[in-house]
């Protein structure tokens, strides 16, 4: 928060129970954690750059997450809520095409490596 905010635009990405029609036992998550802080950093620097922001706030575990648990959560400050909404998409694309941070879904029958972007 901050005194010249007006809105606080917060994403808060889940796990859920299914991918594709497929049950979801859990996920795990690992980082190049240097490289990902570098990069997230760098990504809060664009973000304030595009948009008229007064605070970013990005944070994303890493490890075994249940169904339900929190994996990511992003939130921006801003004087209009426009500006908070566009900066918040723009963090978490961003995030997911240039992080090196990597999910495994576990299934019953097996798991995956899922790529950062479709």
Wanted: glycine share 6%; aromatic share 6%; proline share 4%.
């Amino acid at each position: 928060m901050s005194p010249e905010s007006g809105g606080i635009d917060v994403f808060i990405g889940t796990v859920r129970n299914a991918t594709k029609g497929k049950a979801v036992i859990r996920l795990e998550f690992e980082a190049y954690e240097a490289m990902a802080l570098s990069e997230l950093e760098k990504i809060a620097s664009q973000a304030a750059e595009k948009c008229p922001v007064q605070k970013i706030l990005i944070h994303h575990r890493v490890g075994v997450l249940a169904i339900g648990e929190v994996p990511v959560i992003i939130a921006v400050s801003a004087a209009h809520r426009a500006a908070a909404f566009d900066a918040c998409r723009f963090i978490i694309d961003t995030l997911k095409q240039t992080v090196p941070i990597w999910k495994k879904e576990i299934f019953e029958d097996g798991e995956v490596w899922v790529a950062a972007h479709p």
